[in-house]
């Protein structure tokens, strides 16, 4: 993880003190014991997402603003599986955003300033890193789900299963189908 992750324990827990007592002084205690319970863990989701401190404290913030803002407390399996794709889908639409800005960044860039010369051909190639992250989110749901879970997450498939009600052989299967694309995807490149 970046250095940066070192550097804001104090702001991460100071941000999930205040959401923990807002969600439990607004009745939604089940939501500040998700917090305290796998409130770390889905931390360190976002950073292996998002790799980004704002970004992942502005995911972080939305998943349980969206978890408090339920009507009532959802009748599920399991709220940690639910939290945690909350929070990855959080994650995926920002990386979307990001892509779709960067995407048009040289057009407004063009169209402000025509005088400004067109980069060389030989410019430097995109991050991996953030090639990579694009195209995790570009994976249909149950591939990047599994993804997420497993890569991401560091679940084990029968926790990854267990969370997206298949077998775990099936989510095995779903993995490396998801690892083929996204070397596809990225020219067979190593170090998938």
């Keep these: 993880m970046p250095i940066a992750v070192r550097s804001v324990p104090q702001t991460i827990q100071a941000s999930t003190d205040r959401m923990e007592h807002a969600a439990a002084d607004s009745g939604c205690g089940w939501v500040a014991r998700l917090i305290e319970a ?3 863990g889905i931390l360190r989701v976002l950073w292996r997402i998002l790799g980004r401190e704002q970004d992942v404290m502005d995911a ?17 399996r399991s709220e940690k599986a639910y939290a945690y794709r909350t929070a990855a889908n959080i994650a995926i639409e920002m990386i979307r955003s990001r892509t779709r800005r960067q ?3 040289a057009g407004i860039v063009y169209d402000r300033q025509p005088a400004v010369e067109e980069p060389p051909d030989d410019a430097a190639p995109p991050d991996r890193t953030e090639e990579l992250r694009r195209r995790i989110a570009e994976l249909p749901p149950h591939l990047r789900n599994v993804v997420v879970l497993r890569d991401l997450s560091r679940l084990s498939y029968e926790e990854v299963g267990r969370m997206l009600g298949i077998d775990p052989a099936t989510a095995r299967v779903y993995r490396r189908h998801a690892v083929v694309k996204l070397a596809e995807w990225l020219g067979g490149r190593d170090g998938l």
Excluded at 60 to 76: E, G, I, M, N
């Design 60 to 76: 972080y913030q939305d998943c349980f603003c969206k978890l408090a803002s339920l009507p009532r407390r959802p009748d599920l």
């Design 103 to 105: 995407g048009h960044w």
């Design 38 to 40: 796998h409130g770390e």
